[in-house]
């Protein structure tokens, strides 16, 4: 199985972007549904936004929609989400999730899943 790994977290200004990296650190994603998700202490885990690797389809939390967007790499070995107009409630350790299957109409939160170690995001001024 293919075992995510994150990058790219860090602190920025509200009204900034980042961009965050989940990188198959074994293998490649192939025919694997890939999502970010985001926590932050006492609150729920939330789903982000995820992206089925062999077709591309893509699904959007309303919290982030038209302002984060997630893609892949053409080796299929990466998977970003590119965080746009950030504010300061998206402040959050992210987490991105691997699950192979043959669709991505979920979350992949199964216990076939594999999770990042997360990386932290904080907006503030």
């Known amino acids: 199985q293919v075992v995510p790994q994150e990058s790219g977290g860090g602190s920025v200004e509200p009204g900034t972007s980042l961009r965050l990296s989940c990188t198959a650190s074994?293998?490649?994603?192939?025919?694997?549904?890939v999502a970010w998700f985001r926590q932050v202490p006492g609150k729920v885990r939330e789903g982000v936004a995820r992206?089925?690797?062999?077709?591309?389809?893509?699904y959007y939390a309303a919290s982030v929609k038209g302002r984060f967007f997630i893609s892949q790499n053409g080796a299929k070995s990466a998977v970003y989400l590119q965080m746009n107009s950030l504010t300061r409630e998206d402040t959050a350790m992210y987490y991105c999730?691997?699950?192979?299957?043959?669709?991505?109409?979920?979350?992949?939160?199964?216990?076939?899943?594999?999770w990042g170690q997360g990386t932290q995001v904080t907006v503030s001024a």
């Open positions: 999730a691997a699950e192979g299957r043959s669709s991505c109409y979920d979350w992949p939160e199964g216990d076939d899943a594999y």
């Open positions: 992206i089925w690797t062999l077709g591309g389809t893509t």
């Open positions: 074994n293998g490649r994603f192939v025919n694997t549904c």
